[in-house]
């Protein structure tokens, strides 16, 4: 299991640009490696993925607006959140499976109108 901390969460306003990172325990380079979100009172709803072999997607909602992004030699992945929008407030997870899932505790994102 990889052990994963996020950070970068904060308070922006709206059509601000916020980047979280995510540091993992070991690498990341041969695994998948991705965000989820979740807003109060809704469900962890999947954001972007970074594929082992190099390949992005993203939710409808997010994209051409975030951008997810590896660096194998810090074992980090990032989430560039551009043009950011009221209804992006959440805690954001990163997320990473090598056969286990993992998770990291969250990073609290808050956009305002």
């Known amino acids: 299991q990889v052990h994963l901390v996020e950070s970068g969460g904060g308070l922006v306003q709206a059509g601000g640009s916020l980047r979280l990172s995510c540091a993992a325990s070991g690498s990341i380079f041969s695994i998948n490696v991705g965000w989820y979100r979740q807003a109060p009172g809704k469900q962890r709803e999947w954001v972007a993925t970074f594929t082992k072999s190099g390949n992005t997607n993203y939710a409808d909602s997010v994209k051409g607006r975030f951008t997810i992004s590896r660096d194998s030699a810090k074992n980090t992945v990032y989430l560039q959140m551009n043009s950011l929008k009221p209804e992006d407030t959440a805690v954001y997870y990163c997320?990473?499976?090598?056969?286990?899932?993992?998770w990291g505790q969250g990073t609290q994102v808050t956009v305002s109108s």
């Open positions: 997320t990473a499976y090598n056969g286990i899932q993992s």
